[in-house]
Every structure is written in C-alpha cells, then in structure tokens.
C-alpha cells in the first residue's frame, strides 16, 4: 500500500487507542449494545453468555466458536444479506473500518497474550456480538420457515439491517469509508445511527420485517418498563419520570443510575428540554437554557475520550463541570 495510507492507518490506530483500553474488562455489550436484541429474544441472548466468557479466557475456544456460528443453516444467507460479523481479533489483516468500532485498533496486538487483557475484552465482545447476531438471524428465519412465509432477498436484506440496528451497528451511510475517523471523533458513532435508524424499520418495505420490527420495539419497551416498574414497587430504587432531567428512565439507587434504555434516554433527554429549554437539575429544581447549549451539551456527550479530553483541556473543566 502507498506510505500515506499506512500512515494515515498509523494514525487512526493510535487515535482509536483510547476508546479500546476504556471498553476493556466490560462485558456490558449483551445489554447495551444487543440489548434491544436480548428483549426480543432472551434465551437465545442468554445462551451467548457462557461462549462468550469461555472466549474471552480462549483464543481457541473463540475461533471454535466462530466456525460453529458460521456453520449454522442460514449463516451464509443472512451475510450475503448484510448482517455484519466481525473478524476475530488478530486473526487475519482487516481494515480498522471493519472491526467492532469498540476495539478498532490494532495498537494492543503486540502485547503478550498473558497480559493483554484488552484482547481478551475484544475477543468476548465479538463473539458475544456475532454469537447474537447469529442466533437472532437464525430464530427469525425458521420462524418464517415453519409459517410457510416466501422468504424473498428483501426480507433477509431488511432483517439483516434488523439485527444490525438491534445490535448497536448501524450505517454510515456515504460517510462509512471514513468511519476510522468518526470513530476517533466520537465514542460510537455506528451505535448512534443504529438508535437512530432502527425505528425507520418499523416502515420496512418488508412486510416480515415490519411485522419482526414492531415485535422488537414492543418486547424492548415492555422489557425496560417492567424492570423499571419492579424496581420501583420494590422500594430498593428510585424513577424519575421527567423527561427534562438526566435521570429521566433510570433506576436510581443512592448515587447509582441504571440505564435499561440502551441509549434512547438522552434522545428523549434532549427532545424534551429542546422542546421546553428547561432541564431538572438533581435537587429538583428547573433551570432555563439556552437552546444552542443543549445542542453543545449533547455533542459533548458523543465525543470520543482522546477529543473529550482535549475539549474539556480547552474549557478547563470536565464535561460535569468539575476543575480540570
């Protein structure tokens, strides 16, 4: 390749660095990013647990894992269709736009396998994310098979784009060619636009999808309203129900948040106090806001460690508002 390339690769590599070291030792990928996945289908979501611990200890035993998920029925089909699987860590020489955009670097590989903790980390979280992807692909496709549905390339095309979306991969769109940069700028960026883009499949052009998609949204929200019910009837934990505060939607335990809500709370943070310009604080009280600060607010949210960093350098206070 031409030396402006591999710099250019160089670059990127080391800037992603940071994202990677904070995503490592977190297995929160089976409710946060798969968490809509997981409402949808929970035993299924639940047999990813234990191949994914045992990949994370196991180079092997991660490569076993994923010759048995690309050998599963509809496996080729849903690929070809679009479902996204990442490449196993190390393994073959990948672009950094194809890996799982937590772990896109390749600044770690030269670490010894004893201590790279954090290719461990990425070794779980793929196969946790492809393991969901898979099974997820294949609940729905032999569910259309036992109802004797015509299962045109359209349907799987659109389920495929389903899964994604329910599994924190959205798409970029025109921009995906630069998604090495984005995801150096911001902390997800493909999980953002899969929050944003999965409601649009409540319209797909397929009609199985559609029907699968509302199903989705109908088992996520029921999903998070009962966990948030339940907590809150058990006295243990408190709900904020005002749109307009940071703790909108979650369970509050003393100084502990919970989110269930896989990101969609800070969109409906948002909307509500652009809407009303006003935001809770967390003694209650209603403060008034300029509109263009929640717009800056809410971009600083979405920075990337290594660009918040310089941000909160260059304000001379954190994104909280704390000293430096």
Known sequence: RPMGERVWEAIMDIANAPRALLSSVDISHLLRQGGIATARHPIEAAKTVKPMLKAMFSDKYAATMDTIIRSRPHYEQLVKGGMFQAPLPGKTAVALGEMEEAFMTKVFDKIPSWANFIKASNRAYNTGLNDIRSRMGEATMTAWERMGAKVTDLDVSELAKLINNATGRGSLGKLGGAS???????????????????????????????????KTAGAFLGAGSAILTAAQMSGAADIEID???????????????????TGYQQYMRFTAQMITAQRKTAIGTTQELKRSSIVGKF????????????????QGQTYLGEEM
């Not at 999965?198 to 009609?207: D, V």
């Not at 749109?243 to 269930?260: E, H, M, N, Q």
């Not at 971009?299 to 260059?314: C, H, T």
């Open 180 to 214: 090495e940069l984005l995801n150096a700028t911001l902390f997800s960026p493909k999980l953002i636009m899969s929050r944003v883009q999965l409601p649009a499949l409540l319209f797909s052009p397929s009609k199985l999808v559609r029907k699968e998609a509302w």
């Open 243 to 261: 749109p307009r505060s940071a703790d909108f939607g979650k369970i509050k335990i003393g100084d502990t948040r919970l989110d269930v809500w």
């Open 299 to 314: 971009a600083e949210s979405k920075l990337s460690p290594a660009v918040g960093l310089i941000n909160d350098l260059l």
